[in-house]
């Protein structure tokens, strides 16, 4: 199984930009299609980004299209989210996910979460 590794979380201002990095080991990173989650206290965690393993296509949730961007490095191992023109409402623990399809990713394997916070 997978292991996955998030990491770029931190503290930044309104309209600031951050770059999350999620590394993944144990198991063959061209296998996977690849998510982005995030969560906030007492809500449900939500679909933020996704990006499948054979076609590259990209998916985002309509809150974030525009903004953020998902790519991956077949090469390192690890998936990216290019965070820009951050809002307050972007404030959440970010979690990276992996599944052998996106249809699946729910099921799938979960990194630990790295802490985003945008201050107004």
């Known amino acids: 199984q997978v292991q996955l590794v998030e990491s770029g979380g931190g503290l930044v201002q309104a309209g600031g930009s951050l770059r999350l990095s999620c590394a993944a080991s144990g198991g063959t990173f061209g296998s996977y299609d690849m998510g982005w989650f995030r969560q906030t206290p007492g809500k449900e965690r939500e679909f933020v980004s996704s990006i499948s393993r054979t076609s590259g296509n990209t998916y985002y949730a309509d809150s974030v299209k525009g903004r953020f961007t998902i790519s991956r490095d077949s090469a390192k191992n690890t998936v990216y989210l290019q965070m820009n023109s951050l809002k307050p409402e972007d404030t959440a623990v970010y979690y990276c996910?992996?599944?052998?399809?996106?249809?699946?990713?729910?099921?799938?394997?979960w990194g630990q979460g790295t802490q985003v916070t945008v201050s107004s």
């Open positions: 996910a992996a599944a052998y399809t996106l249809a699946t990713i729910r099921q799938g394997s």
